[in-house]
């Protein structure tokens, strides 16, 4: 069955360095969104890619979706202590199933003040 | 707009009760969704409703039935509580569409002794 694989586990930076999340796909992917949940409390959609080679910013994240659409990276630049969390990509394919989302296992990041 | 409610927030349950698990959206969703979170494995699918009247099993049905009631309503019931069932279950919907975000409910931390 389609599994999403995700890395590291865990994360632990200083203020100020940087971040990156990988997720890889046994499957062609058709988009794959990513989350955030705070400790806590519940996912929270960032942002969603869809086209081949695709990279989407947000202020600090930078979001890259790859060419063979079968892996994603979320990459913070200078972190910050609000962003502390678990990071999950989300990937669909929906040539098999047009609603079932298939979650990596998440990044748990902590940054050290 | 309260967005998507669970109720309740903690359980604590005894091996072989049952119980139900409620949930609720105002946001005219079609799309329903049933996750447990466990350390270490992220968000599993347990099962999900494309729309008012149909659902379909997830990664990890067993032990579990839904019902999607209406549209706003989808419920997680456990017939026999097992140990293996403690985790932390989400509910989450989407509008029907490519590749929408989907929104979380806040859990319920449910405990099997």
């Known amino acids: 069955g389609q599994q999403v694989m995700q890395i590291p586990q865990y994360q632990h930076v200083q203020e100020g360095e940087d971040f990156t999340t990988y997720c890889n796909s046994s499957?062609?992917?058709?988009?794959i969104q990513w989350y955030k949940q705070r400790p806590g409390g519940h996912p929270v959609f960032l942002i969603q890619?869809?086209?081949?080679?695709e990279v989407k910013k947000q202020k600090r994240l930078t979001f890259q979706f790859g060419e063979a659409k079968k892996n994603s990276s979320l990459h913070i630049t200078a972190t910050q202590t609000t962003d502390v969390g678990t990071y999950f990509c989300a990937g669909r394919n929906t040539v098999y199933n047009f609603n079932k989302f298939y979650f990596g296992s998440g990044t748990k990041l902590n940054v050290k003040p | 707009n309260a967005g998507v409610t669970q109720t309740p927030k903690f359980q604590v349950l005894k091996t072989g009760q049952s119980m139900t698990l409620q949930c609720a959206q105002d946001?005219?969703?079609?799309?329903m969704y049933w996750y447990r979170q466990d350390p270490g494995m992220g968000l599993r699918l347990i099962y999900y409703?494309?729309?008012?009247?149909?659902?379909d099993k997830g990664e990890v049905p067993n032990g579990y039935n839904v019902s999607r009631l209406n549209k706003r309503e989808f419920s997680l019931r456990l017939e026999s509580a097992a140990p293996s069932q403690t985790s932390v279950y989400f509910c989450?919907?989407?509008?029907?569409?490519?590749?929408?975000?989907?929104?979380f409910g806040p859990g319920t931390r449910l405990t099997v002794l």
């Open positions: 890619l869809v086209k081949s080679g």
């Open positions: 409703s494309a729309s008012e009247g149909t659902t």
């Open positions: 989450a919907s989407r509008v029907a569409g490519a590749g929408n975000e989907q929104f």
């Open positions: 946001m005219n969703h079609n799309s």
């Open positions: 499957t062609t992917l058709s988009n």
